[in-house]
């Protein structure tokens, strides 16, 4: 059971990373812009980045 528990750590883990550092660059991105842009993906890698983190945060408690 602990090693499923760090498999999923590890995994909440570095998508956590990966979503908040792919939000970091579509923001910047966007501030590059001088149209009208699409903020929705910004919006759902920033709140799945943050959600991940939690689960991370989670799995890492239960270890």
């Known amino acids: 059971m602990i090693e499923i528990t ?3 750590m590890l ?3 570095c998508m956590a990373i990966l979503l908040i550092y ?4 579509e923001g910047i991105r966007i501030a590059n812009e ?3 842009v699409n903020g929705l ?3 759902l ?6 959600i991940f983190s939690l689960f991370a945060s989670h799995f890492h408690d239960l270890i």
Not at 22 to 25: L, Q, R, V
């Open 6 to 8: 760090k498999f999923a």
């Open 11 to 13: 995994l909440s883990l």
């Open 22 to 25: 792919s939000a970091y660059w």
């Open 34 to 36: 001088n149209e009208k």
């Open 41 to 43: 993906p910004f919006i």
């Open 45 to 50: 890698m920033s709140t799945l980045g943050f």
